[in-house]
Nanobody, 119 residues
């Protein structure tokens, strides 16, 4: 029922910036914690950042200070502003929606958007 559509991925040089967006539909946006995960080839999917309906957020240590997650509760959209990108940020980025009582890696998923950081 929940549908998540990501956009904004692409190719960027190291040190550059990119902004990902995810549009939520199919349920009540305010009932969900929204997050961004990423998965690189041969690696496990990992949580990058998450944000509650009230605006509380948390970040994976390697992106803290570089990435900013935000949500627009009027537009039912969650964004990830990525600055000072590094090659190790290269991955498919997935939008996630979950209830607060669910495990971190559970919930609904978007189709993914590729982020490639390379010279």
């Amino acid at each position: 029922q929940v549908q998540l559509v990501e956009s904004g991925g692409g190719l960027v040089q190291p040190g550059g910036s990119l902004r990902l967006s995810c549009v939520f539909s199919g349920s009540i946006f305010g009932n969900y914690i929204m997050g961004w995960f990423r998965q690189a080839p041969g690696k496990q999917r990992e949580l990058v950042a998450a944000i509650t309906s009230g605006g509380s957020s948390n970040y994976e240590d390697s992106v803290k200070g570089r990435f900013t997650i935000s949500r627009d509760n009027a537009k039912w959209t969650v964004n990830l502003q990525m600055n000072n990108l590094k090659p190790e940020d290269t991955a498919v980025y997935y939008c996630n929606a979950r209830m607060s009582t669910w495990p971190t890696n559970m919930g609904y998923w978007g189709q993914g958007t590729q982020v490639t950081v390379s010279s």
